[in-house]
C-alpha cells in the first residue's frame, strides 16, 4: 500500500496534464477536474493516439464539456524526438474519441509550445510546487528536460503511465505504446533524476472497466457520464477483441487515482530504463525489479491497484461534474 505526501489541508495539488486524448486520456482529464484535491494548471499535448492537432481539439473540447475554459491548453510535439510517427487510431478512432461525440471546440491552444509552457511555469512558480501528470509519449517533457536542464530540480513529481513488465507489450510482443512511440523521450525522462511513478500495463491490465463497473456510472446519466459510458463500454474495445476481457483497460485515469488515493495502490521502487536500440524489443521498459544489477533506483513502479475502489471514486467523481 502506497503512501505520499499529499497537500496539507485544503491546498490541492497544483499539476500539469501532458497527453494524446486518447479516451482514456479523457477519462483521467475529467477525473482531474472534478476532484478538488487537484488544480489543473494546464494541459499539454503531444502527438500519440492520433496526431497532435486532434489531441489538441479533444482536449479542448473536453475542456469546453466540463465548463473549464478558463484551462489553457499548450500544443506540443507533433511527431517523437527521432522516430517516424506512430498513432492508435484502432484502438481510439480516427477522431481519437470514438463514441464521445463532442461538438468542434470554440476553445482555441494558446501560442506558445507545451514545452516552452512547461519550462516558463517552472521555473515561474516556487520549486516543488508543480507535479507533472504524463499520459502520453513523453516528448514535451523531454524536450522540456534538454532544452533546461535546470527545471529538473523544480519538478515536485512526474507521475506518468507508461511501460509494462509482468504484460508484455500493447503495441510490441515488448513496448508499450507511450513507451514505443518515443523510447528516446521516455529514457531521458526515466534518466532525468526527477522523482517518478510508473503506472505500467501491469497495473492498468487490473482495471478493467467491465460492464458491472459501468453500471454505476451510466446509471448517473449526465452529460459526462453517457459520454464516457459510451467510449468506455463499446463492443469493439480494444483489450476486449485482443484479450478477451470482459471490456477495455483503463489505462491513463489510474495516474489520477494514484494522486487522489496512493493507498489503493501498490509497487516497488526499482530502476527502469527504456530499450532505444534493439530492433525487436525498442520502447521497452527494462525493469529491474529484484536490483540484481547496480542500477540506481529510479521510479515508483506502480503494479496493483484496488480495481473496484478506483471504480468507486471514479464514479463518485464523476458525478460532480454536469
Ligand atoms: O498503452 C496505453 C497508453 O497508450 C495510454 O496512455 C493510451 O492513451 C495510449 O496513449
Ligand atoms: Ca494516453
Given amino acids: 500500500m502506497m ?3 499529499s497537500p496539507t489541508g485544503s491546498t490541492p495539488r497544483r499539476i500539469v496534464i501532458d497527453t494524446d486524448p486518447g479516451q482514456d486520456d479523457a477519462v483521467a482529464i475529467l477525473l482531474a477536474l472534478a476532484s478538488p484535491e487537484l488544480k489543473v494548471e494546464a494541459i499539454t499535448t503531444v502527438a500519440g493516439n492520433v496526431p497532435v492537432a486532434l489531441t489538441t481539439k479533444n482536449a479542448c473540447a473536453l475542456l469546453e464539456l466540463a465548463g473549464r475554459r478558463d484551462i489553457p491548453v499548450f500544443e506540443g510535439a507533433a511527431r517523437p524526438l527521432h522516430r517516424a ?19 468542434p471546440p470554440k476553445l482555441r491552444p494558446q501560442a506558445i509550445d507545451a514545452a516552452t509552457h512547461l519550462i516558463d511555469l517552472l521555473r515561474r512558480e ?43 507489450g500493447n503495441i510490441t510482443p515488448t513496448a508499450e505504446f507511450n513507451f514505443f512511440v518515443d523510447p528516446h523521450a521516455a529514457r531521458i525522462v526515466m534518466r532525468s533524476g526527477v522523482p517518478i511513478t510508473l503506472l ?11 460492464p458491472a463497473r ?56 526499482c530502476n527502469v530504463d527504456v530499450e532505444v536500440d534493439a530492433p525487436l524489443c525498442l ?3 527494462i ?22 475502489a478506483f471504480y468507486s471514486l471514479l464514479t463518485e467523481r464523476l458525478a460532480l461534474l454536469d
Avoid at 463492443?235 to 489510474?254: C, I, M, T, V
Avoid at 529491474?288 to 473496484?308: S, Y
Wanted: aromatic fraction near 4%; proline fraction near 6%; glycine fraction near 10%.
Fill in 85 to 103: 510517427p506512430i498513432s492508435a487510431e484502432h484502438v481510439h478512432g480516427e477522431t481519437g474519441m470514438a463514441g464521445a461525440n463532442l461538438p
Fill in 200 to 210: 505500467p500495463l501491469d497495473v492498468t491490465h487490473r482495471a478493467i472497466a467491465t
Fill in 214 to 269: 459501468l453500471k454505476p456510472i451510466a446509471a448517473i446519466g449526465s452529460r459526462v457520464t453517457d459520454m464516457v459510458v459510451r467510449m468506455l463500454g463499446a463492443e469493439d474495445r480494444f483489450e476486449k477483441l485482443k484479450y478477451g476481457w470482459e471490456g477495455g483497460a483503463l489505462h491513463d485515469p489510474l495516474t489520477i487515482g494514484f494522486l487522489l488515493r496512493p493507498d489503493l495502490f501498490s509497487g516497488r521502487t
Fill in 126 to 168: 516556487p520549486a516543488g510546487t508543480i507535479t507533472l501528470v504524463c499520459l502520453g509519449p513523453m516528448t514535451n517533457l523531454a524536450l522540456a528536460l534538454t532544452h533546461a536542464p535546470d527545471i529538473v530540480s523544480r519538478i515536485a513529481q512526474i507521475v506518468a503511465m507508461g511501460g509494462a513488465q509482468r504484460e508484455g
Fill in 287 to 308: 525493469v529491474d525489479l529484484w536490483a540484481v544489477t547496480d542500477r540506481v533506483p529510479n521510479a515508483l513502479w506502480i503494479n496493483d491497484v484496488q480495481a473496484d
Fill in 3 to 5: 503512501t505520499q505526501a
Fill in 283 to 285: 520502447g521497452q521498459s
